[in-house]
């Protein structure tokens, strides 16, 4: 059983950064793939960042591009996501997933079997 564990999130003015840590418990194999999804309020969760374990090759939101980041170091099972240029419509509850297969399809919530509980990013204008 994984278990996930975000933290990072806070307040920002807009055009400021913050970086999102996701600590994973339970030695997740390199098969793994681990993303990033966000939800606004009353908005629908979704997708904005992956990284396969095995190949290192990371996947993004065309909404995040550009100035969001994704990494991961295995051996400390913790996933990274440096937000750049935040803007306010980045606001929303960010988690963390983990799919224990490396699913092709990295964009659906359906491929993720573990989830953090959230931390919750607000960018001001």
């Known amino acids: 059983q994984v278990q996930l564990v975000e933290s990072g999130g806070g307040l920002v003015q807009a055009g400021g950064s913050l970086r999102l840590s996701c600590a994973a418990s339970g030695a997740p194999s390199r098969s793994y793939g681990m993303g990033w999804f966000r939800q606004a309020p009353g908005k629908e969760r979704e997708f904005v960042a992956a990284i396969r374990w095995s190949s290192g090759n990371t996947y993004y939101a065309d909404s995040v591009k550009g100035r969001f980041t994704i990494s991961g170091d295995y051996v400390k099972s913790t996933v990274y996501l440096q937000m750049d240029s935040l803007k306010p419509e980045d606001t929303a509850i960010y988690y963390c997933?983990?799919?224990?297969?490396?699913?092709?399809?990295?964009?659906?919530?359906?491929?993720?079997?573990?989830w953090g509980q959230g931390t919750q990013v607000t960018v001001s204008s």
């Open positions: 997933a983990a799919d224990p297969l490396g699913r092709p399809y990295y964009t659906r919530i359906t491929s993720y079997d573990y």
